[in-house]
């Protein structure tokens, strides 16, 4: 069965500092790997995608992730942090394109003047 | 373009009673799906619709829900009866019809709070 681990519950940072949410998945083969953000009151939104080619992957809002098959590694990244930013973010896999996602516990990001 | 609806926002009650929540996705989009966060908790798939079909039910967690989709417009979630463990958020997506090669974004909506007493 495939799953999803963010390690980091709960991150801080300034605002213009860079970011890196880390995303570890488990399955065999390469899943369709995606991140997501939800700000309060809101569903979630996808802010990029990853099925194949390039790893290194851009979406929006300024965000990238990197594609990492030998750590089966996926994490999101930001140069410089902006207050709405401040939000949760989930890595979720999936075995289509189509069909359900797995989704990580989720990361809480504070964003500090 | 309206996105994805979903009502009510918040609902409680107590053990035992009947709670139906609805979600109406974006208009032409045949894939619904419906997920659920239990507090403290990872988001988990329940079932997938497919128009008016069940593609994938694999995560609903007993035969106290029941999910249909009229007419592969709709959709509704019915617990009966509510249990303590059924407290969490309850989201729907929707994405279009599967096309060969392409991928269909799944778009979420606010999510329902259910908080059972």
């Known amino acids: 069965a495939q799953s999803v681990t963010q390690p980091d519950i709960h991150i801080t940072v300034s605002e213009g500092a860079s970011l890196e949410l880390r995303c570890n998945y488990s399955y065999g083969a390469t899943p369709y790997l995606f991140w997501y953000v939800q700000s309060p009151g809101q569903g979630l939104q996808l802010l990029l995608k990853?099925?194949?080619?390039?790893?290194l992957v851009q979406g929006i809002k300024g965000f990238e992730a990197e594609f990492k098959r030998s750590q089966s590694s996926f994490n999101l990244r930001k140069p410089s942090v902006h207050w709405s930013d401040a939000a949760e973010y989930f890595c979720a896999v999936g075995r289509t394109s189509y069909g359900k996602l797995t989704f990580g516990q989720g990361t809480i990001l504070t964003v500090h003047p | 373009e309206a996105g994805v609806t979903q009502f009510p926002s918040h609902s409680v009650i107590e053990k035992g009673q009947t709670v139906t929540l609805r979600c109406d996705p974006i208009?032409?989009?045949?894939?619904l799906y419906w997920y659920r966060r239990v507090m403290g908790k990872e988001i988990k798939f329940l079932l997938h619709f497919v128009k008016e079909s069940k593609q994938d039910e694999s995560g609903m967690p007993n035969n106290r829900f029941l999910a249909e989709r009229t007419g592969g417009t709709y959709s509704t979630l019915k617990v009966q009866p509510a249990e303590l463990e059924d407290s969490g958020v309850y989201f729907c997506?929707?994405?279009?019809?599967?096309?060969?090669?392409?991928?269909?974004?799944?778009?979420f909506g606010p999510g329902t709070r259910l908080t059972v007493l």
């Open positions: 997506a929707s994405s279009q019809a599967l096309a060969h090669s392409s991928y269909n974004e799944q778009f």
């Open positions: 990853y099925f194949s080619g390039d790893t």
């Open positions: 208009s032409g989009h045949d894939n």
